[in-house]
């Protein structure tokens, strides 16, 4: 690991062995004895609580793009990708399951902050930096596989809504997640000859966490028991006359999800 150190470095921090004195103390121990979505979504809410005392409400402070919360949160850390990987490839070396966690709640949140409209990027990403929003994706479908261009599962228009039906395959964080993305086919909204590519687009759905219909036409049915990976609750998704609007419609316009997802 001598090069990633060197790289690290050059971004302002030694990343790596930063994190990795972390995830040997903490991710190898706390999380073992007290379980990993306890431990780190508890920790989500008490950061919620720290940015509550530090800019008010974020429905109110974020309703104004000038406001310090939203310098805050653009700045951010000001790292890389490239120390991010680092960072989750120590974190993957004291527990893979904690990477997969986080890595697809990071997922969710760079889809909206490259490709959310700023009504989404304003609603989600606040709450998704400091955990009291979990994210979870999915792409795949039962019988499908990593062959995107088959999924069947669909939104249509009904008025002012899109009804959305199918089901979605392993996702990640599935019963602990609030906010999934999910790509469906929105075949309607696309000429006829157009690639299939251009005829999907790319979903945010709101859920409490937990299992069962856990919205009206929206079930989460159990965690997939897996041979591995079971730090991870991996679900299926069931959308059976889900009900949501443009608003929830990734970027704001049919079409593009395969891009966005991808």
Same mark, same amino acid.
């Given at each position: 690991?001598?090069?990633t150190y060197r790289v690290a470095a050059l971004?302002?921090?030694?990343?790596?062995?930063?994190?990795?004195?972390?995830?040997?103390?903490?991710v190898t121990t706390e999380l073992e004895d007290?379980?990993?979505?306890?431990?780190?979504?508890?920790?989500? &809410?008490? *950061?919620?609580?720290?940015?509550?005392? !530090?800019? $008010? #409400?974020?429905? /109110?402070?974020?309703?104004?793009?000038?406001?310090?919360?939203?310098?805050?949160?653009?700045?951010?850390?000001?790292?890389?990708?490239?120390?991010?990987?680092?960072?989750?490839?120590?974190?993957?070396?004291?527990?893979?399951?904690?990477?997969?966690?986080?890595?697809?709640?990071?997922?969710?949140?760079?889809?909206?902050?490259?490709?959310?409209?700023?009504?989404?990027?304003?609603?989600?990403?606040?709450?998704?930096?400091?955990?009291?929003?979990?994210?979870?994706?999915?792409?795949?479908?039962?019988?499908?596989?990593?062959? &995107?261009? *088959?999924?069947?599962?669909?939104?249509? !228009?009904? $008025? #002012?809504?899109? /009804?959305?039906?199918?089901?979605?395959?392993?996702?990640?964080?599935?019963?602990?997640?609030?906010?999934?993305?999910?790509?469906?086919?929105?075949?309607?909204?696309?000429?006829?000859?157009?690639?299939?590519?251009?005829?999907?687009?790319?979903?945010?759905?709101?859920?409490?966490?937990?299992?069962?219909?856990?919205?009206?036409?929206?079930?989460?049915?159990?965690?997939?028991d897996k041979m591995g990976y079971k730090g991870?609750?991996?679900?299926?998704?069931?959308?059976?006359?889900?009900?949501?609007?443009?608003?929830?419609?990734?970027?704001?316009?049919?079409?593009?999800?395969?891009?966005?997802?991808?």
């Amino acid at each position: 690991h001598t090069y990633t150190y060197r790289v690290a470095a050059l971004h302002g921090r030694p990343a790596q062995p930063a994190i990795g004195a972390w995830v040997d103390v903490t991710v190898t121990t706390e999380l073992e004895d007290n379980g990993v979505h306890g431990v780190w979504f508890n920790r989500g &809410v008490a *950061a919620s609580q720290a940015w509550n005392r !530090r800019f $008010g #409400d974020p429905a /109110v402070e974020l309703a104004d793009p000038h406001s310090s919360a939203w310098a805050w949160l653009s700045r951010g850390l000001g790292e890389s990708l490239l120390t991010y990987a680092l960072a989750v490839e120590e974190i993957a070396r004291g527990w893979m399951s904690v990477s997969g966690i986080i890595n697809t709640h990071f997922i969710v949140a760079y889809m909206l902050m490259q490709h959310g409209t700023d009504e989404q990027k304003a609603l989600y990403l606040p709450r998704m930096a400091t955990g009291e929003v979990r994210g979870a994706f999915s792409m795949s479908e039962p019988g499908c596989g990593s062959d &995107v261009s *088959a999924i069947t599962s669909k939104a249509v !228009r009904d $008025g #002012d809504e899109w /009804v959305l039906n199918g089901a979605k395959m392993w996702l990640t964080n599935g019963g602990s997640s609030t906010l999934v993305a999910v790509l469906v086919r929105t075949d309607t909204e696309a000429d006829p000859s157009a690639s299939v590519y251009k005829k999907m687009s790319t979903f945010l759905i709101e859920k409490p966490s937990g299992f069962g219909e856990v919205r009206p036409g929206l079930t989460i049915p159990g965690k997939i028991d897996k041979m591995g990976y079971k730090g991870v609750d991996t679900t299926e998704l069931i959308m059976e006359g889900h009900r949501t609007t443009d608003a929830q419609l990734l970027g704001g316009v049919p079409g593009k999800g395969f891009y966005q997802m991808m």
